[in-house]
């Protein structure tokens, strides 16, 4: 089976992300949040409902 790089280097860069977090999705999302506030353009979107 073949394996795109890309996908690869998204999959460790996510996973890095969520160790750094310990694995807790409200401080991955706050850490993204904070990264977005630092470099002034959009990480997260919000779905309006």
């Known amino acids: 089976m ?3 790089p890309i996908v690869q280097d ?3 860069a996510g996973e890095e992300l ?4 310990n694995y807790d999705l409200h ?5 993204l949040r904070n990264n977005e506030k630092k470099r ?3 990480v997260i979107s919000r779905i309006k409902q």
């Open 18 to 21: 969520a160790k750094h977090a």
């Open 27 to 31: 401080i991955f999302f706050e850490n």
């Open 2 to 4: 073949w394996k795109d």
């Open 40 to 42: 002034n353009y959009k």
């Open 10 to 12: 998204v999959r460790k």
